[in-house]
Nanobody, 116 residues
Framework: QVQFVESGGALVQPGGSLTLSCKAS????????LGWYRQAQGNQRERVAQ?????????EDSVKGRFTITRDNGKNTTYVQMTMSSLKPEDTAVYYC????????WGQGTQVTVSS
């Protein structure tokens, strides 16, 4: 069964940096775009970044120049990381990884809080 396990969230000050990690298992994801999504309290879940199997990446304008997505393809497990810098309070959210387009399989997410 497909499973996503996110980690790396924390409380950071504005301007700080974090790296989120996602362990994706249950498939080789060889044909799947993978991405990071986030959901701030009271808002809908939105895609932040995505990466193709060939490692071509895309990030939303709101995080362009600050967030970078990478992936490490494996036979049974694929790892997706997102390095975040120059964090802003509006980046506060629970962050999830999933395929793009999104599948029905969601992990628990990892909380990122940007606050002084």
């Amino acid at each position: 069964q497909v499973q996503f396990v996110e980690s790396g969230g924390a409380l950071v000050q504005p301007g700080g940096s974090l790296t989120l990690s996602c362990k994706a298992s249950g498939s080789d994801f060889i044909s799947d775009n993978l991405g990071w999504y986030r959901q701030a309290q009271g808002n809908q879940r939105e895609r932040v970044a995505q990466i193709t199997p060939g490692r071509s990446s895309f990030v939303e304008d709101s995080v362009k120049g600050r967030f970078t997505i990478t992936r490490d393809n494996g036979k049974n497990t694929t790892y997706v990381q997102m390095t975040m810098s120059s964090l802003k309070p509006e980046d506060t959210a629970v962050y999830y990884c999933n395929t793009v387009p999104r599948s029905i399989y969601w992990g628990q997410g990892t909380q990122v809080t940007v606050s002084s």
